[in-house]
Nanobody, 123 residues
Framework: QVQLVESGGGLVQPGGSLRLSCAAS????????IGWFRQAPGKEREGVAC?????PKTYYSEDRLTISRDNAKNTAYLQIDSLKPEDTAVYFC???????????????????WGQGTQVTVSS
């Protein structure tokens, strides 16, 4: 019953914007930090954004990203502006990442991975 489900990916032209959703089921998202990660073919998974529980402090690997949460809907979001071809990847959300500065990484407490949603940036 405990799971995260990503959605909102798709095919987008360079320069466009996209908002991804991360819906929680079986637990309260409000009580967990949430991170967004992405993995492109042949590359390692990298953290791109994070939002803390409690006071909503945010962390980003790039300035083009915006992370938010709606506790009433038990959903977190990731908006990517000025999309580039190198943004093409499968995007995942997970609970309890390790976040500081522009670094978002997987820690021993990180879990509840979603199934991922595909983002493809192409003309």
């Amino acid at each position: 019953q405990v799971q995260l489900v990503e959605s909102g990916g798709g095919l987008v032209q360079p320069g466009g914007s996209l908002r991804l959703s991360c819906a929680a089921s079986g637990f309260s998202l409000e009580n967990h930090a949430i991170g967004w990660f992405r993995q492109a073919p042949g590359k390692e998974r990298e953290g791109v954004a994070c939002i803390s529980d409690g006071y909503p402090k945010t962390y980003y690997s790039e300035d083009r990203l915006t992370i938010s949460r709606d506790n009433a809907k038990n959903t977190a979001y990731l908006q990517i502006d000025s999309l580039k071809p190198e943004d093409t990847a499968v995007y995942f959300c997970a609970a309890e990442p390790v976040c500081f500065g522009r670094i978002i990484i997987v820690g021993t407490r990180t879990g509840y991975w979603g199934q991922g949603t595909q983002v493809t940036v192409s003309s």
